[in-house]
């Protein structure tokens, strides 16, 4: 079992930029996927980047690419979501997320992770 918690959520401005921050505890491993997810107001929890513990490749949606970066700290168990040019269109709430793996293969679905966070509040104005 492992438990994540999520922080650093707020509320920025257009074109600003926001960290979250996700902990981990309980059973990790080097073995995790580490994913963000966001779920805006109406619309589907969509995938957004995830990171191998082991390794620290990354896999990103095209929607965020480029103005998003995940990266992760082993010694602190934590991954970070860093945000840049933030829209209106990212404001939703922000989930982590984490699967054991044992391949190559990256996991964008939702019910890929048995892993989730609280989710924290991203809320971006102009």
């Known amino acids: 079992q492992v438990q994540l918690v999520e922080s650093g959520g707020g509320l920025v401005q257009t074109g600003g930029s926001l960290r979250l921050s996700c902990t981990a505890s309980?059973?990790?491993?080097?073995?995790?996927?580490m994913g963000w997810f966001r779920q805006a107001p109406g619309k589907e929890r969509e995938f957004i980047a995830a990171?191998?513990?082991?390794?620290?490749?990354?896999d990103y949606a095209d929607s965020v690419k480029g103005r998003f970066t995940i990266s992760r700290d082993n010694a602190k168990n934590t991954v970070y979501l860093q945000m840049s040019s933030l829209k209106s269109e990212d404001t939703a709430v922000y989930y982590c997320?984490?699967?054991?793996?044992?391949?190559?293969?990256?996991?964008?679905?939702?019910?890929?992770?048995?892993?989730w966070g609280q989710g924290t509040q991203v809320t971006v104005s102009s």
């Open positions: 997320a984490a699967r054991l793996t044992s391949t190559n293969h990256w996991y964008r679905g939702e019910y890929d992770y048995a892993y």
């Open positions: 309980g059973r990790t491993s080097s073995r995790y996927v």
């Open positions: 990171i191998r513990w082991s390794g620290g490749t990354t």
